[in-house]
C-alpha cells in the first residue's frame, strides 16, 4: 500500500523510472507524430512497447511487474498493429497511440524470421477474447515470489493491506487475529520456499 501510493505518486509526476531522462536512456520517445512520422514503414512482426500515461490500470501493471511497460502490440501492415486489449484482440491504427504524453519504443524483429507464420498467427488470432485469467494467474505467481518480476515491495504491500484487514476485522469477529494470524504465516512460508528453493518464472499466454 504504501510503496504503491509512492510508486504511483512517481508515475503522474514522471519521476524516478517513469522519468523521460529514463524512458530516453531504454529507447523510449515521447509518442508523437515527429518522433514517429515513419510509423507506416515498420514490418510485419516489429514489436511496439509502451509506456502510457494517465492510466491507472497501465501503472497496476508497471508496478507489479517492476516495468516501465505496460502493454506490448505488433505491427500488422502500412501502420496497423495487432493489438490485444482489453476488449479483446483488435487491429488500429498506430497513430491512435501517439497522444503526446506516452512513451512508446519499437523494436525491430530480426529478418530471418518466419513472417507468413506470424502472419497467420495474427490472423487467426483476430478477435479472441482478452485472457483476463491468464492475467490473474501472473499476478498471483509474482505476488507469491513463483516469478522473476517479483519485487519484496510488491510482498510489503500485500503485508501491509493484511494489517489493514485484520485492524478492521478486529472489530466484528473475535477470530481476526487466528485469521489473519494464519493468512500471513502461509502467505511468508509460500514466499520464503519460492524464493529460496524455486525462482522460477511461468509462462502466460494469449494475453
Known sequence: MFF???????????????????LMEQGFYLATVENFSNYDSYSLGDILFASP?????????????????????????????HDCTTSGVVRHSFANYLDGKSYLC??????????????????QTLGDG???????????????GNHHNFVWRLAADFMLLLAVLWAGAR???????????????VYLVVLTVNRVFVKKSLPIENV
Open 4 to 22: 504503491a501510493l509512492a510508486d504511483y505518486w512517481k508515475y503522474r509526476r514522471r519521476v524516478g523510472r517513469y522519468s523521460h531522462t529514463r
Open 53 to 81: 500515461a494517465d492510466s491507472a490500470l497501465s501503472w497496476a501493471i508497471m508496478y507489479c511487474t517492476d516495468s516501465a511497460v505496460s502493454h506490448t502490440a505488433l505491427f500488422y501492415s502500412n501502420g496497423v498493429l
Open 106 to 123: 519499437v523494436k525491430h524483429l530480426p529478418g530471418d524470421l518466419d513472417r507468413k507464420a506470424m502472419c497467420n498467427f495474427m490472423d
Open 130 to 144: 482478452y485472457n483476463w485469467r491468464g492475467v490473474c494467474v501472473l499476478f498471483f505467481h509474482i505476488l507469491i
Open 171 to 185: 472489530f466484528f469477529t473475535p477470530q481476526a487475529d487466528y485469521i489473519f494470524g494464519a493468512a500471513a504465516a
